[in-house]
């Protein structure tokens, strides 16, 4: 096995959700394993998941882990099976593979027309608080880092990804076919259990692991427990002797 197979094998792609930078990572990564290399997605240049996939499939490493938080599970999926050659194991955390509703759409078009003909101010403080567990919500450290990430990727990534609308993925989950782990959080508001429980028995063989005490934010509220999951997960899926 040559070396650059073996950086290929042991690498991380890690996705991130919406309007999240690679700062959602930054107390994850000093937890991982040092087998473990991990590269960040451009999610910021799309408008579709489909064209997000696309881009970091054209970037990655010849063979690497997709590892999706939230709108980056569905591009982590999309990559499994675009792709699957390329994929040696998935990591879907506080994902599903639920399909934007009518309902939803419609807001969507109307908050980008609004987005689009305003100064941009930024993320709601009231929505990302409900993306923490109860406990955490007046933790402004924590609510002072997300809206920061918003901020750094600012109106036009905002209305990319506000057009990034979901296909229902359910009736293709039966097809991929690598490693998956799928994790969930016992107390995530935006991606509840019924969601992650279908995705997770849809997948073959696929992993499920909860995350407790956590809202949807796991790799902020609970790097330490996120990374101990991947620590002990990521050698049975992808063994040494067989990376890259």
């Known amino acids: 096995m040559s070396d ?9 792609v890690l996705l991130p959700g919406f309007m999240c930078d690679a700062d959602l990572w930054t107390d994850v990564t000093p937890h991982l394993d040092t087998r473990w290399r991990a590269e960040h997605g451009d999610l910021f240049q799309d408008s579709s ?14 063979r690497f882990v ?10 982590a999926r999309e990559m499994a099976l675009r792709a699957p050659e390329r994929i040696s194991a998935l990591v879907l955390i506080a994902t599903s593979a639920m399909g934007t509703s009518p309902e939803r759409s419609a807001v969507n078009r109307q908050r980008r027309a609004r987005i689009a003909d305003a100064p941009f101010r930024g993320l709601s403080r009231t929505d990302l608080r409900r993306a923490l567990h109860p406990s955490r919500q007046g933790e402004e450290r924590l609510v002072e880092r997300m809206l920061a990430m918003g901020a750094r990727l600012g109106k036009d990534v905002l209305l990319r990804q506000l057009a990034a609308e979901r296909e229902d993925g359910h009736g293709r989950l039966k097809d991929i076919g690598c490693p998956t782990l799928v994790i969930a959080a016992d107390a995530d508001a935006l991606r509840p259990r019924g969601e992650t429980d279908r995705l997770a028995a849809g997948i073959p063989g696929a992993r499920y692991e909860i995350i407790a005490d956590c809202g949807h934010m796991i790799p902020m509220e609970r790097p330490a427990a ?3 999951q991947l620590n002990g997960w990521l050698p049975q899926a992808v063994p040494a002797t067989a990376s890259g």
Do not use: H, Q, Y
């Open 4 to 12: 650059a197979s073996a950086r290929d094998g042991n690498t991380l």
């Open 49 to 62: 998941i489909e064209a997000m996939a696309a881009r970091v499939l054209a970037a990655a490493p010849r």
């Open 66 to 75: 997709a590892v999706g938080f939230s709108m980056g599970g569905f591009v």
């Open 226 to 228: 996120l990374a101990e």
